[in-house]
Structure formats: structure tokens, C-alpha cells
């Protein structure tokens, strides 16, 4: 009987071996397979006259065959963490915005933007120098999804959020702001980031369109496509909500009509009625030029609580200092929104006397590395201001005046 058990056993364990690799190669995958089968056996074998042989055999077979099976699963081919990048630059580079975002991520979530600003929020916009200078920055994933990952946190943050004194401003991309006060909630040239030149690093439309709800009117300095983005205008004008430009911005669009037009004049103060006229911003628009050539439209905006935003756009014509001189005489103004690479920021603060200044316009994407304007320079050009400066990066908020009694920017 002994020898029928040893045939038995040894027929059911070559088997066994063959319908487990049947059934997979998974790790785990064999276990419930020998379970079940050494389970038949062992009934089998109960029957018996020693049944004693057949558990000790029912045994060897269940415990030695996984044993030798776990030994061949741990040499698998499956393959182990890369550990170098050798011959693969482009997965290194990958791997290395991974890194460096995760990193610049973590240390904006610890200190967001504040005055005086905390020491480790330089540290982490230096990062993104770093990430953000690659060429080809905005087709890596990790860039992209970095991106879009702000946009909306930010967008939720815009839809969730109430303010009852004074503003939030978050900072978008690459020099658009939104601004809420308790009456209202303004867009300066907001855009989707086409303007980087791939596709797949812009804000989906469906998210984009988040945007334009909850703000009240959009002002746009120019007809470049990082400031201006006709699918965004329309999203507004879908919804009855000014959209501010430059007479000559989309001549031959159809909906040119219904764009709103006013006037630049350093003089003149436009009643701009948002909410279907409930509420009413004040505006000026001064004649600004990127170079010589480009109209520049400089929104200066008062909201119905008395807090005033002024949004240089591509603001880079000196000849224009004979009205950024004198922006002050147009009354007390909370806070200036200059482009980063604006000529002479020293004396457009000057000029302008802000509260506060929140520079823009960092790490455009689509231009050449050399104009991409890092945030490294940013704290070069605007240091020895005469106003406080906050340096922000995509999708963060700063609270302005919010609460008396911790805000040092008043
Ligand atoms: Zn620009």
C-alpha cells in the first residue's frame, strides 16, 4: 500500500506542478491552487490503512513544492527599481522634475506666500528654476502634471472660498491673477497656457472654464497668446461678463462686438458695471506698450469697496515713465501686478506706490531659455523695493489684509 501511496503522491504532485504553472505566475497566485489540491489528496489518502505515510508524504509535497516555487519566483525577471539612468537622459531628466517638484511642493505647502516671506519659500521657487529651465520642460509629465495639479487645487480654492475683508489674489499662469474682494472677483489675462506650446501641459478646457465662473469681468493687456486666449474671452462672454481689451485685439473674430472698449486714457475713469449692474468697478486704462509698437493696456481697478489692483501686462516701454511716474496721483493703490522683466521695477514702484507688489510673468514656458524670467532674477530685480514684494508661482493665494491683526503688508 505503501508504494500505491508513493505512485499516488508523486502522479498528484507532477500535476499539481503542471496545472499551478497553468494557472499562473503571479507570487501569491499558486498558494490557494496547492492548498486545495494537497486538501483532495489528503482526503484521498485518509482512506487508507496508514494514512500516517500519506500525511507525512501530503505534507513534504505541500511544504517542499512551494518552498522550490518561491525560489523561482524570486528570480523572476520582473524588473527591480532602476537604481541609474546610464544611456537614458530623457527618463533621468524625467525622474529628476519627479524629484525636485516633489520637493518644491512639499516646502510651498509648509510656508505659502506671506509677508516677511519665510526663508524656505525662495529655496523652493529656486526648484522650479531649475525644473522649469529644461527646454523641454513643458512636455515632460512630472512639468505637466505639476501644472495642472496647481491650477486646479487653485480653481477649487477660487470656487470654495468667501472673503469678508480685504482680497485674495491667486496667481495663475504665466502673469494672470484673480483677484476677490468681498464685492467682487476679477481676471487679468488669464489664459489656458497654450502659450507653452504643448498641448498636453495647458489646462484642459473643462477645467479652464472652472475659472471663468466665479470671476465678474476679465481684462486683457494684449493680443500676445500668453495674456490673450479668445476660448477663454468667450467663455465669459457666454456668460455676460465684460471682457476688457485693446480696440485691435480680435478685429476679425465674431464675437469682436461684444468685447468691451475703453479708452486709454492716463484722465479718464470708467464706470464698468459687473453682476448685471449690481456692482461697479472703477477703471482706468493707461496707455502702456510692450516695446514701442505693441499696445499694452494698464488696468488700474477699483473695486466698490475702495481696494485698487493695477495689472502692467507686458508693460516695457520706457518712453511710457511719463505716466508710470505719476500712477499715484490716481489715488492710493493696494496692490501693482508688474511683469517680472518690466524695465526699471524699482522706479514703476516708485511711480505707482503700492501696498504691495506681486510680480508675474516667471517661467513662461514658450520662450527661449534665456527669457523664460526665473524667479532667481525676480528677487534680483525687485530687491531694495520700495514696497513689500511677494514672489508667488502657479495657483498660490495670498491673503491681503484679510485679518488686521497678522498681515504685515498694510
Ligand atoms: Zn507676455
Known amino acids: 500500500m505503501a508504494r500505491v501511496c508513493l505512485s499516488v503522491c508523486f502522479a498528484l504532485s507532477a500535476s499539481l506542478r503542471f496545472a499551478s504553472q497553468a494557472v499562473g505566475n503571479s507570487r501569491w497566485g499558486r498558494r490557494p491552487i496547492w492548498f486545495i489540491l494537497t486538501r483532495k489528496m489528503y482526503s484521498t489518502f485518509t482512506h487508507l490503512k496508514r494514512p500516517c505515510l500519506a500525511r507525512i508524504l501530503a505534507l513534504v509535497l505541500l511544504f517542499s513544492n512551494p518552498i522550490n516555487g518561491l525560489q523561482l519566483r524570486a528570480a523572476d525577471p520582473a524588473s527591480p527599481p532602476t537604481r541609474n539612468y546610464w544611456g537614458d537622459t530623457n527618463r533621468f531628466l524625467d525622474q529628476q522634475a519627479v524629484v525636485l517638484l516633489g520637493a518644491a511642493q512639499e516646502l510651498l505647502e509648509q510656508s505659502p506666500p506671506a509677508l516677511p516671506e519665510p526663508a524656505q519659500r525662495r529655496t523652493a521657487l529656486l526648484l522650479l528654476d531649475a525644473v522649469l529651465h529644461d527646454a523641454d520642460a513643458p512636455k515632460r509629465a512630472p512639468v505637466q502634471e505639476f ?204 511711480g505707482a506706490k503700492p501696498a504691495l507688489v506681486i510680480p508675474g510673468h516667471e517661467n513662461e514656458l514658450g520662450h527661449s531659455i534665456d527669457h523664460r524670467e526665473p524667479y532667481w532674477l525676480t528677487y534680483e530685480r525687485f530687491a531694495g523695493a520700495a514696497a513689500p514684494c511677494v514672489v508667488m508661482t502657479w495657483g498660490e493665494a495670498f491673503r491681503y489684509r484679510i485679518d488686521p491683526k497678522t498681515d504685515e503688508s498694510r
Open 147 to 350: 501644472f495642472q495639479r496647481r491650477m486646479a487645487q487653485a480653481v477649487l480654492e477660487i470656487e470654495q472660498t468667501r472673503v469678508e475683508r480685504g482680497a485674495i489674489i491667486w496667481k495663475l499662469y504665466d502673469h494672470a491673477f484673480v483677484v476677490r474682494t468681498r464685492t467682487v472677483t476679477l481676471a487679468f489675462d488669464l489664459t489656458r497656457a497654450h502659450s507653452a506650446g504643448v498641448a498636453e501641459f495647458a489646462m484642459p478646457d473643462a477645467l479652464a472654464a472652472r475659472f471663468a465662473s466665479p470671476c465678474d469681468a476679465l481684462f486683457i493687456s494684449h493680443l500676445h497668446g500668453d495674456h490673450a486666449d479668445d476660448w477663454v474671452a468667450q467663455q465669459f462672454i457666454s456668460q455676460g461678463k465684460p471682457v476688457v481689451v485693446p480696440a485691435e485685439l480680435w478685429s476679425d473674430m465674431p464675437f469682436h462686438d461684444k468685447l468691451r472698449h475703453l479708452s486709454a486714457n492716463s484722465n479718464q475713469t470708467h464706470a464698468l458695471p459687473v453682476q448685471e449692474g449690481r456692482q461697479t468697478l472703477d477703471v482706468v486704462v493707461f496707455p502702456g506698450h510692450q516695446g514701442t509698437a505693441i499696445v499694452n493696456h494698464v488696468f488700474w481697478v477699483r473695486t466698490p469697496e475702495g481696494l485698487s489692483f493695477c495689472h502692467l501686462g507686458d508693460q516695457s516701454n520706457t518712453e511710457d515713465f511719463v505716466w508710470i511716474d505719476c500712477l499715484a496721483d490716481h489715488g492710493p493703490l493696494d496692490i501693482l501686478f508688474p511683469n517680472c522683466w518690466t524695465p526699471d521695477p524699482l522706479r514703476v514702484i516708485r
